[in-house]
């Protein structure tokens, strides 16, 4: 191990400037981030976890998924996922809240995406 040239100059501090107090505790927390957003989608309050089998207990469970592709997606993604692969789940539909009487729309219940609206066809 090689020292710094002025390292043999300046007074041994190394003990005090380690000392760890006996009340504290270094541990190891884990978390996750979205492939696509980051950490976007926790808007600041990122969980932690101690171990990575909660982690993914917690996280699988508040419907975040582990792909085939290796892709690990927040619950936005994975509906947005879940939609690109499966087509979406449309709403039936509905009277439109602007005109009832004439207008119709519908929209994806996963993705929140695909509004479509028509006129009505049924008189
Ligand atoms: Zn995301
Ligand atoms: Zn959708």
């Known amino acids: ?7 043999r100059s300046r007074p041994n501090r190394g003990a005090s400037d380690e000392f760890v107090h006996p009340n504290l505790e270094q541990r190891t927390l884990w978390s996750v981030r ?11 309050n990122i969980p ?3 171990s990575t089998k909660q982690l993914w207990t917690a996280m699988l ?5 582990r792909r ?16 690109q692969e499966l087509g979406h789940a449309m709403t039936d539909w509905t009277p439109h809240v602007v005109d ?5 729309w519908r929209y994806c ?5 695909n509004f ?7 008189g």
């Open 1 to 7: 191990m090689t020292k710094l040239p002025n390292s």
């Open 34 to 44: 979205c492939t696509h957003c980051d950490l976007s989608s926790y808007h600041g």
């Open 48 to 50: 932690r976890f101690t």
């Open 61 to 65: 469970a508040r419907g975040w998924t």
């Open 68 to 83: 085939d592709d290796g892709r690990v997606l927040c619950l936005l993604h994975t509906r947005v996922a879940d939609c």
């Open 100 to 104: 009832p009487t004439a207008l119709q």
């Open 109 to 113: 219940q996963r993705c929140g995406a």
């Open 116 to 122: 479509a609206q028509r006129v009505r066809s049924d």
